[in-house]
């Protein structure tokens, strides 16, 4: 049971991840709408616990075999560490809007950096924060929606 809810969180994360992927191919903005991203800020303020490291590791295993040119873990370990920064910065400090868009803001440099290293930083810089005010938006809207009124 414990091996198929592993698989199961493991293919649904696999599943934003190319959701992600498709949706910033196939729109041509100047920012990015990053649904991955967003998911694994959510699990990394609400829901992390040892138990989701080893999907988020098969995620990111699966992302670089599939849809990277770097080194096999190099996206593996961009996931675990936004994880535990977005679990750090909220655990250590309020649970505030303004803590909420400077982890968005700090999670997608990280999230972003091979692409910051690869170009320069002027062609990715225009579109960054766009991203961060529409990433937030949809972040705290989601956070809003699920959460819990008992």
């Given at each position: 049971m414990k091996v198929i809810r592993l698989i199961s969180i493991s293919t649904f994360l696999f599943t934003l991840c190319l959701?992600?992927?498709?949706?910033?191919?196939?729109?041509?903005?100047?920012?990015?709408?990053?649904?991955?991203?967003?998911?694994?800020?959510?699990?990394?303020?609400e829901l992390f616990n040892q138990n989701l490291v080893i999907p988020i590791f098969l995620t990111g295993i699966l992302y670089d075999s599939f849809f990277s040119t770097y080194y096999l873990g190099l996206y593996t370990s961009i996931f675990l560490v936004l994880v535990v920064l977005s679990n750090f910065v909220v655990s250590r400090y309020s649970r505030s809007n303004v803590i909420y868009i400077t982890t968005i803001s700090l999670c997608l440099l990280i999230y972003k950096i091979p692409i910051i290293l690869e170009f320069d930083l002027d062609y990715w810089l225009t579109g960054y924060f766009t991203s961060i005010f529409v990433n937030s938006l949809i972040f705290v809207s989601l956070k809003r929606t699920l959460r819990k009124n008992v």
């Open positions: 959701i992600e992927n498709y949706l910033n191919t196939f729109i041509s903005l100047d920012f990015g709408v990053y649904v991955f991203l967003i998911s694994l800020i959510y699990i990394g303020t």
